[in-house]
């Protein structure tokens, strides 16, 4: 072998080497010291791609923006196939049910990119029963499983969070919806998240709001009202959930005192399916 030949297989082994070494990076830097995922990549995407509007009661997605982006989108979404269920086991509670969301907001958004720019609506995906949130397309625990599967059959299916509160903030892509947080759920201030979530959507009057001695509130409360009857920090209703957001729907006493009572007629508005995208 002359030095030439030689020089060349030096070469490819300090690329091999250096591959290798790119390699454990990306991995290691979806892991924090703790052991749990990092989302960064996917907070990123939501902070340059997301317009937050009165507030954060409402968002809109520049869904070409996220379009632009991509293969960065797809890298998180690979880094979130990659999570092994022992793994994920092992988390702190708080720490799984982020990861949850994120990975349930991501995919949403992966899924709108398919028919993006020629959609109105996520409904538009798909017909029932193969609608779009019944699609095998979220790659979570070494399986292929819809959005349906990790909201209703993971989130709220295994029993271990009684959240009510994830309803404010999974997100369906929809102007009905609670807003698409312009941040990446994080278990280390998810309590605080979430706790804004629900803040910012209860005071959204588009939404929900009292008139003429009754309350008119999302659908979300209709189709989700057993969440709401889990005895969550003491919560056992739908009404008693509302009366915890007096001051933020703006209820007067006489309208906590009925809605604690049930003499109050709850309406539960329309929802709008159009999508959630810039203008």
């Given at each position: 072998?002359?030095?030439?030949?030689?020089?060349?297989?030096?070469?490819?082994?300090?690329d091999?080497?250096?591959?290798l070494?790119?390699?454990?990076?990306?991995?290691?830097?979806?892991?924090n010291?703790?052991?749990n995922?990092?989302h960064?990549?996917?907070?990123?995407?939501?902070?340059?791609?997301?317009?937050?509007?009165?507030?954060?009661?409402?968002t809109?997605?520049?869904?070409?923006?996220?379009?632009?982006?991509?293969?960065?989108l797809?890298?998180?979404l690979?880094?979130?196939a990659?999570v092994k269920?022992?793994?994920?086991?092992?988390?702190?509670?708080?720490e799984?049910l982020?990861f949850?969301?994120?990975?349930?907001?991501?995919?949403?958004?992966?899924?709108?990119l398919?028919?993006?720019?020629d959609?109105g609506?996520?409904r538009?995906i798909g017909?029932?029963?193969?609608?779009?949130w019944r699609r095998?397309?979220?790659?979570?625990?070494?399986?292929?499983?819809?959005?349906?599967d990790?909201?209703h059959?993971?989130?709220?299916?295994?029993?271990?969070?009684?959240?009510p509160?994830?309803h404010?903030?999974?997100?369906?892509?929809?102007?009905?919806?609670p807003?698409?947080?312009?941040?990446?759920?994080?278990?280390?201030?998810?309590?605080?998240q979430?706790e804004?979530?629900?803040?910012l959507?209860?005071?959204?009057r588009?939404r929900?709001?009292?008139?003429e001695?009754?309350?008119y509130?999302?659908r979300?409360?209709?189709w989700?009202r057993?969440?709401?009857?889990q005895?969550?920090?003491?919560?056992?209703?739908?009404?008693?959930?509302?009366?915890?957001?007096?001051?933020?729907?703006?209820?007067?006493?006489?309208d906590?005192?009925?809605?604690?009572?049930?003499?109050?007629?709850?309406?539960?508005?329309r929802?709008?399916?159009?999508?959630?995208r810039t203008?």
């Amino acid at each position: 072998m002359n030095e030439t030949s030689k020089g060349g297989v030096c070469l490819q082994r300090w690329d091999w080497k250096i591959s290798l070494l790119c390699l454990c990076f990306v991995s290691l830097s979806s892991i924090n010291t703790y052991g749990n995922f990092n989302h960064n990549l996917w907070n990123e995407l939501l902070k340059e791609h997301v317009r937050v509007i009165d507030g954060g009661q409402v968002t809109q997605v520049n869904y070409g923006g996220m379009l632009a982006d991509h293969n960065r989108l797809r890298i998180y979404l690979d880094q979130i196939a990659a999570v092994k269920r022992g793994d994920f086991d092992n988390w702190e509670k708080s720490e799984q049910l982020a990861f949850l969301i994120n990975a349930y907001n991501a995919w949403t958004v992966e899924l709108v990119l398919t028919e993006y720019p020629d959609l109105g609506s996520i409904r538009q995906i798909g017909l029932f029963p193969f609608s779009a949130w019944r699609r095998d397309i979220v790659n979570l625990f070494g399986e292929q499983v819809s959005l349906d599967d990790v909201e209703h059959g993971m989130i709220r299916g295994w029993g271990i969070y009684n959240e009510p509160r994830i309803h404010f903030a999974v997100n369906c892509a929809a102007i009905g919806c609670p807003a698409l947080r312009a941040e990446a759920y994080s278990g280390q201030i998810l309590e605080q998240q979430l706790e804004e979530n629900t803040k910012l959507f209860m005071q959204d009057r588009d939404r929900n709001y009292s008139s003429e001695g009754r309350i008119y509130v999302s659908r979300i409360f209709d189709w989700y009202r057993e969440d709401f009857e889990q005895g969550w920090l003491g919560v056992n209703s739908v009404s008693e959930f509302l009366v915890r957001y007096a001051n933020e729907l703006e209820l007067t006493e006489d309208d906590s005192s009925q809605l604690e009572l049930n003499d109050i007629r709850i309406r539960y508005l329309r929802y709008d399916w159009n999508l959630n995208r810039t203008n």
